[in-house]
């Protein structure tokens, strides 16, 4: 459990941003140096390849963190890029800020620890799924992860995050 | 840094175990309540379809983890198994455990963040590799990822590994 001290440490070293859709919260191939808690929004994780293709891979709604994790650990370059899809609103952390408060608080440590679990742990579901599932499935396992989600964007941009093509999904959903 | 203390818990509860070459430590569909420390050997982690297809979608090697991390965690069961390619030695340990050494010892809760980490990232490589990488570049990932693996394993588990057919594989190792 997080005591009050540990919530103000919190307070006292983050700051509120503000984010107009369409702005990339993280660039590809940048360094990144914070994570963001989502508190108004929505963003999407996506890879650009060569040929102008996007693949989203992952969206962060309300009470979610987004960040490029791997290249914040790391130190190096972000492979992918993190959009507001709406007017959003975050808390911003910087990556030194978590490190001091795990440093001083076994329960930040822990809190951190379990946010990771919850990332790996999507990894994991998302393989699964596009092993397993066929486009309808992959579909409603898609509503039960992101509620109401797929009232808020796009469609090609689900069908983007499942690998399918938009007409592929259009079709399914009519079907 | 994880002080005698939190190496002599350890070490009261784990055990260890000899685990021959074929054997599942975990099989699909069973719940998980070990994580597994490869002292010794070599293991896979793999989907199994229903057409009798199998994908290797990791790797543990000696002085790395092996378990189905999301199913431990979450209490389902595990959606792909775990198989040993060689006789091989683990350290046994129960989530138990983990729990108990976590709630005990700030540096054993920072030593499985850590731990959590390291395997979200390779998650996240593998997604980046997969998207941009063509099979000779893939290949050569491999190589960097797991040292030596190559000389280990026959060409068909890691042609699986990169879904792409043996011959595929064996055609671009010889051109």
Same mark, same amino acid.
């Given at each position: 459990?997080?005591?009050? #001290?540990?919530?103000?440490?919190?307070?006292?070293?983050?700051?509120?941003?503000?984010? @107009?859709? #369409?702005?990339?919260?993280?660039?590809?191939?940048?360094? +990144?140096?914070?994570?963001y808690f989502c508190s108004e929004g929505l963003f999407r994780l996506f890879y650009s390849i060569s040929d102008g293709r996007e693949f989203n891979v992952a969206f962060t709604l309300e009470n979610?963190?987004?960040?490029?994790? #791997?290249?914040? +650990?790391?130190?190096?370059?972000?492979?992918? *890029?993190?959009?507001?899809?709406?007017?959003? +609103? +975050?808390?911003?952390?910087?990556?030194?800020?978590?490190?001091?408060?795990?440093?001083?608080?076994? *329960?930040?440590?822990?809190? $951190?620890?379990?946010?990771?679990?919850?990332?790996?742990?999507?990894?994991?579901?998302?393989?699964?799924?596009?092993?397993?599932?066929? *486009?309808?499935?992959?579909?409603?396992?898609?509503? $039960?992860?992101? &509620?109401?989600?797929?009232?808020?964007? @796009?469609?090609?941009?689900?069908?983007?995050?499942? #690998?399918?093509? &938009? $007409?592929?999904?259009?079709?399914?959903?009519?079907?």
């Amino acid at each position: 459990m997080l005591s009050d #001290g540990d919530w103000q440490m919190l307070l006292e070293w983050t700051r509120i941003k503000q984010i @107009p859709k #369409g702005t990339c919260l993280i660039k590809a191939g940048e360094l +990144v140096n914070h994570a963001y808690f989502c508190s108004e929004g929505l963003f999407r994780l996506f890879y650009s390849i060569s040929d102008g293709r996007e693949f989203n891979v992952a969206f962060t709604l309300e009470n979610d963190f987004a960040t490029s994790y #791997g290249a914040m +650990v790391t130190g190096g370059p972000s492979n992918f *890029a993190i959009q507001a899809m709406e007017d959003s +609103v +975050v808390i911003e952390i910087s990556y030194e800020t978590m490190q001091k408060l795990m440093d001083k608080s076994h *329960a930040w440590e822990r809190f $951190v620890r379990r946010s990771v679990e919850r990332l790996y742990i999507r990894k994991e579901e998302r393989e699964r799924e596009l092993l397993y599932l066929n *486009a309808q499935e992959r579909y409603e396992a898609f509503l $039960v992860k992101y &509620p109401g989600l797929e009232k808020r964007i @796009p469609q090609y941009h689900i069908a983007s995050y499942w #690998g399918i093509s &938009p $007409v592929s999904l259009s079709r399914l959903l009519h079907s």
